[in-house]
C-alpha cells in the first residue's frame, strides 16, 4: 500500500494555522467553499497541508495523465463557480499536443479537453480516506480532479502516485486574479461582417475564432447577432431543459469547463433532485450540479455547420464567463437530433427572457 507518511510537515505556510483552527471547529464546507471562508484560493489550501494530507505532484503532468488509463475506473470533476461536472470510467485514449499544450480523453464515459498549459500545479490529497490528484492553475484555481473509485486498481494507482510524487517540493505561489474590466464591443466592429462570418460558419469549432476575429466576448455576441441565431431565455431554462430531457429520454451533451478543462458527458439523465440552490443530476456515472439562481444569462445559440444548423442552450454568469452548454447528442457528419430541436423549441416557448421594465 501507499506510504503517506511524510517529512516534515509544511506548517510554516501562513495559510495553514487558519486551516487548522477552522477544521477543528467543525467545518464542513467543501473545499472550494472553504478557501473562500479562509480568504485564500483552493490551491493554497491544499499546499498549505504539505506533508500532511498532501503531496505535490511532479509536471510535467501530461506525463502522469497518459499513465492513469492503467489505473481503471476513476471518477473525475472539473468545475467552476456554478456548475460542478462528474463523470465516472477509465481515463483512456489520452492524446497531448505538445506544441499547443493541450491534451484529449475520448471516450463513452470520460470525455475532456485539457488546456494542460494553463496547469500550475498538482498534488496527491487524501481526504477522509478519499485519495485524489488535484490539479491548480496559476491563480490557484481547482481545474481537474480525479478520483480512485472503489474499483480503481489500488496498486496501480499507489505505484502511480509513488512514480510521480515529487521528492523536492517547492511551495507554489498563485497569482492573484484581476476582475476584467467591462467592455464595450471596439470601435472598427462591423456588424455587417459578423453577421456574415456566423452565417458562413462551416463547423462550431470556428465559432471562437470568429469571436476573437471581432473582438466580442461570447455574450456581446449574443446579444449582437440578431434573433436568427440568438434567444434569450429566463433563469429557469436549464433545469427545464433537463428536465424534458429526462421526460423525453434524450440523449444530450452537456459541458462544464474552467480555464484549465472542459468535461462533457454525453447520453440520457435520469435521476433529477433539487437540494436548496443546487439543481442535481445523479446518475451512476454522471452527476452534475447547479446553482441555477446564479445564473444571469441563458441563451438558444443557432450555428450554421456542414452538417447542418447546430443548436444549443448555454448559460453564463453575473461576469460573463460560461456555466454549462447543453447540445443533443451528435458526433460530426451527422445532422441533430430532431428530438432535440424539439426540445429546445418547447424550451423557448415557455421559458422565455421577460423584458425588463425601467424604474
Known amino acids: 500500500m501507499f506510504q503517506t507518511t ?176 467591462v467592455s464595450e464591443p471596439p470601435a472598427t466592429f462591423d456588424q455587417a461582417s459578423f453577421a456574415d462570418d456566423w452565417a458562413n460558419l462551416k463547423d462550431v469549432h470556428e465559432y471562437h475564432g470568429m469571436l476573437k476575429k471581432h473582438g466580442l466576448s461570447r455574450t456581446q455576441a449574443l446579444s449582437l447577432i440578431g434573433s436568427q441565431w440568438a434567444t434569450p431565455l429566463a433563469q429557469d431554462s436549464l433545469a427545464f431543459v433537463l428536465k424534458l430531457a429526462q421526460e423525453r429520454t434524450a440523449d444530450i451533451m452537456v459541458f462544464v469547463g474552467n480555464p484549465g478543462c472542459i468535461q462533457i458527458y454525453s447520453g440520457p439523465v435520469h435521476k433529477l433532485l433539487t437540494q436548496g440552490p443546487w439543481f442535481n443530476v445523479l446518475d451512476p456515472t454522471f452527476n452534475l450540479h447547479l446553482r441555477t439562481d446564479q445564473i444571469t444569462q441563458a441563451w438558444v445559440i443557432e450555428r450554421p455547420s456542414g452538417d447542418g444548423v447546430i443548436t444549443s442552450i448555454e448559460a453564463f454568469n453575473a461576469s460573463g464567463d460560461s456555466i454549462i452548454t447543453l447540445f443533443g447528442k451528435r458526433k460530426p457528419g451527422q445532422p441533430e437530433l430532431t428530438l432535440w430541436r424539439d426540445i429546445v423549441q418547447a424550451t423557448k416557448q415557455q421559458h422565455p427572457k421577460e423584458p425588463s421594465h425601467a424604474c
Open 6 to 181: 511524510a517529512t516534515r510537515p509544511n506548517t510554516e505556510h501562513p495559510a495553514y494555522s487558519h486551516y487548522q483552527a477552522t477544521m477543528a471547529a467543525g467545518s464542513t464546507l467543501r473545499a472550494r467553499e472553504l478557501a473562500k471562508e479562509l480568504g485564500i484560493t483552493e490551491g493554497d489550501l491544499v499546499a498549505c497541508r504539505q506533508n500532511i494530507d498532501t503531496w505535490q505532484l511532479r509536471a510535467p503532468f501530461h506525463l502522469l495523465l497518459a499513465e492513469l488509463k492503467n489505473v481503471g475506473e476513476v471518477m473525475t470533476i472539473t468545475r467552476n463557480d456554478q456548475a460542478v461536472h462528474e463523470t465516472t470510467g477509465v481515463y483512456h485514449s489520452f492524446q497531448f499536443a505538445e506544441a499547443r499544450k493541450t491534451g484529449l480523453v475520448l471516450s463513452d464515459a470520460i470525455d475532456l479537453r485539457l488546456f494542460i498549459g494553463q496547469w500550475h500545479s498538482g498534488f496527491h490529497v487524501v481526504e477522509k480516506g478519499r485519495h485524489s490528484l488535484q490539479f491548480f492553475d496559476k491563480h490557484g484555481l481547482a481545474v481537474h480532479k480525479i478520483y480512485r473509485t472503489d474499483n480503481t486498481i489500488a496498486d496501480k494507482w499507489d505505484a502511480l502516485i509513488a512514480k510521480y510524487r515529487d521528492a523536492s517540493p517547492i511551495i507554489p505561489v498563485y497569482l492573484p486574479t484581476e476582475e476584467a474590466p
